[in-house]
Each structure stands twice: as structure tokens, then as C-alpha cells.
């Protein structure tokens, strides 16, 4: 299992079922959190943790899909006035 740090989401298994909950602070090898339900919750121990979740940031480099171009048809009337010649 990947280490669980301060503001990765958790999935973990409690008494009443499984929640998900962002992960405050550890202190004597119990997790602080706070779920996501707003229920309040005790100190979570690692081994209640199903699955973690990590922050993925943002993409480095350009997206991989080419940029859209508009087209003639999506040009829009920006002064308010409609086309006296039609």
C-alpha cells in the first residue's frame, strides 16, 4: 500500500461501513481525519484503510487533444444588433 500522508483521501472501513476522508494529521501511529460525510470520526488506524488516494497535480505538458477552432457559425453579436440586411 502506498504511505498515507497528510491530505491524501482515503477510503477506509469504520463501524459503520466504508467512508471516504481526507486525512488531517498522524500522530502514535493513528490517522487524524476528516470525513467527507461530515460525521464525526475517532483517530482511524492504517489498517481500516482500504485505499488511498493521491493528488495527481497538474499536467505538465500540453493536452493531447488539438485545440478547437470556432467556426464561422459560432461568430456571436456582441454589439446587440441584428443583421438589418437579411
Known sequence: MAEIEVGDV???RGATGRFHAVVAG???GRLAIDRCDGR??????PR???TVYK?????????RTK???????????LDGEADAAT
Do not use: F, I, Y
Open 48 to 50: 481500516d484503510v482500504v
Open 67 to 77: 485545440r478547437l477552432r470556432p467556426s464561422g457559425q459560432l461568430k456571436l453579436d
Open 26 to 28: 498522524v500522530r502514535l
Open 55 to 63: 493528488r495527481a497535480g497538474a499536467p505538465d505538458s500540453e493536452p
Open 10 to 12: 482515503v477510503l477506509a
Open 40 to 45: 464525526p470520526s475517532g483517530p482511524l488506524s
